[in-house]
């Protein structure tokens, strides 16, 4: 069955500590991925995708993840995290054709201590 | 407007009442997505349009949920005899449609409370 694992659950990092969000995809074809951040009052924003090509990608707000096909993984990086990153991270794939809908992980809960 | 939006905001409806969820979807956009989020959860795909028609509806986890979107604009996700496992939060999202991936955009949700 299609699916999106993202191991952790909730994830605390000091601030200016880099991030390492994982996402674990199982699917008959590679598919697009992406990673959205949600935050409190805030709805769904796209952070970053993969389609093709360079496998590590840039996003917003000082994002990139890598795309490893072998690991059929996913993973979300920042070098430095800032205490506004606090949010809840979801992986996302969709199917290689028009109309298809984005399956979500569970998401990981991002913590920054000062 | 600007963005998606999704009305009401919040909705407390009582065990067994019927309720209507609002999307009114950026304009231009074709295709409109509900998504359902529940409580330390992943948001859940529920029903795919395009235009009019419902592409796909293979998400509605049953025959009490329906949704709508007469005029390809605006659409309504439609709840009958709610129950309290409906309680969560109903996601919109909308997107230019075409052929290809197109960029969906997320509204902020509704928040649904059965008591």
């Known amino acids: 069955a299609q699916s999106v694992t993202q191991p952790d659950i909730h994830i605390t990092v000091s601030e200016g500590a880099s991030l390492e969000l994982r996402c674990n995809y199982s699917y008959g074809a590679t598919p697009y991925l992406f990673w959205y951040v949600q935050s409190p009052g805030q709805g769904l924003q796209l952070l970053l995708k993969y389609f093709s090509g360079d496998t590590l990608v840039q996003g917003i707000k000082g994002f990139e993840a890598e795309f490893k096909r072998s690991q059929s993984s996913f993973n979300l990086r920042k070098p430095s995290v800032h205490w506004s990153d606090a949010a809840e991270y979801f992986c996302a794939v969709m199917e290689r054709q028009a109309g298809t809908a984005l399956i979500f992980g569970k998401g990981t809960t991002l913590s920054v201590s000062s | 407007g600007a963005g998606v939006s999704q009305t009401p905001s919040n909705k407390v409806t009582e065990k067994g009442k019927y309720v209507e969820l609002r999307c009114d979807p950026i304009s231009g956009h074709t295709a409109l997505y509900w998504y359902r989020q529940s409580l330390g959860q992943g948001p859940e795909f529920l029903i795919y349009?395009?235009?009019?028609?419902?592409?796909?509806d293979s998400g509605l986890p049953n025959d009490r949920f329906f949704a709508v979107r007469p005029e390809g604009s605006v659409s309504t996700l439609k709840i009958q005899r709610t129950e309290r496992g409906d309680s969560a939060v109903y996601l919109c999202?909308?997107?230019?449609?075409?052929?290809?991936?197109?960029?969906?955009?997320f509204g902020q949700g509704t928040r649904l409370t059965v008591v």
């Open positions: 349009f395009q235009g009019t028609g419902a592409a796909d």
């Open positions: 999202a909308s997107s230019p449609g075409g052929g290809g991936y197109t960029e969906a955009f």
